[in-house]
């Protein structure tokens, strides 16, 4: 049985390949190629075909990358675009493309130019008229954000957070009011002193998210309040290791806001469903939707008193 699903599989991928190949893949862009974040079976059959086609890949690590082809069976011509060369690799690849060469853009894991090199490229390749196509494919960010369970239904992108104690400060101080969930990336080595900083700026009991090693084998989803958050590092050396994405749960409304979505929802209902207000006062107020839709279904119960 076991058999005959891999040959079904095999099958599928065989007949995907074809398809995607009788795309148009047009010379003179940049193609900006998603690889997996661990688990490399997380690459699509869109990228794979993509890479297979480009007349050079210009990558973070040409060691890495290297490594990551010959995983696929696939070889192509490498060239460095990381942060130290991006504006020289950004005048290479536009004189490339307007010879019409294929350059496929990729970073060691993920999605480039997120909290990754490749922005400068991609606008240098924009700049001069030339076309730049996503691939899409792996994301820690949305990842983590997707097995969450927070329920804000906005995210503040972040990144790294500075390494300096007090412009880490003055960075979380300013994203504290923020009620949209705060997406960090972190390296194992700071993991610890960032938590602790996020547990000072932003209280005990916000919500947080410790997601590492996603996709591998060793993956991790822990969610706890902040202030249980140090103990959890602490418990297990293991927690500390590996690449982190860090969520953390948007501040509360302000009465003052909520009473102003009364307002706005008081007057919609009388034209519109609960569910149409709570998504005009969600457009309107910036509160979450899910919010104002349970203060919509309150207001609009008929009162049995």
């Not at 949209?180 to 993991?191: D, N, S």
Request: hydrophobic share 50%; with cysteine.
């Amino acid at each position: 049985m076991e058999q005959a699903n891999a040959q079904d599989l095999t099958t599928l991928l065989t007949s995907l390949a074809e398809e995607v190949s009788r795309q148009g893949f047009p010379a003179g862009a940049l193609y900006v190629v998603a690889t997996p974040i661990g688990n490399l079976a997380d690459i699509s059959v869109r990228a794979l075909t993509v890479l297979s086609l480009m007349d050079a890949v210009a990558c973070e690590d040409t060691r890495n990358t290297g490594q990551l082809l010959a995983r696929y069976r696939l070889s192509r011509p490498l060239f460095a675009a990381h942060q130290h060369n991006e504006r020289e690799a950004a005048q290479k690849i536009v004189d490339r493309l307007r010879h019409g060469e294929r350059i496929a853009l990729v970073s060691d894991a993920g999605t480039p130019a997120i909290s990754d090199p490749g922005a400068k490229i991609v606008d240098a390749v924009r700049d001069a008229g030339l076309p730049v196509i996503p691939v899409a494919g792996a994301s820690a960010a949305v990842a983590a954000l997707s097995a969450s369970g927070l329920l804000s239904e906005q995210f503040y992108f972040v990144g790294f957070l500075p390494a300096r104690d007090r412009q880490r400060a003055t960075e979380l101080a300013a994203l504290a009011p923020l009620t949209a969930t705060l997406v960090f990336y972190e390296a194992p080595h700071r993991v610890v002193d960032t938590v602790n900083a996020l547990l000072q700026a932003f209280g005990p009991h916000r919500k947080v998210v410790i997601a590492r090693e996603l996709s591998k084998l060793f993956e991790q989803i822990h969610r706890c309040a902040l202030a249980d958050a140090p103990a959890w590092l602490a418990g297990d050396i293991n927690h500390q290791r590996g690449e982190f994405v860090l969520l953390v749960e948007g501040a509360a409304q302000a009465a003052d806001d909520l009473d102003e979505a009364k307002r706005l929802l008081a007057i919609l209902l009388e034209a519109c469903t609960v569910s149409q207000a709570a998504a005009l006062a969600a457009k309107i107020t910036g509160i979450k939707k899910n919010t104002l839709y349970t203060l919509a279904l309150q207001m609009s119960e008929p009162d049995t008193d």
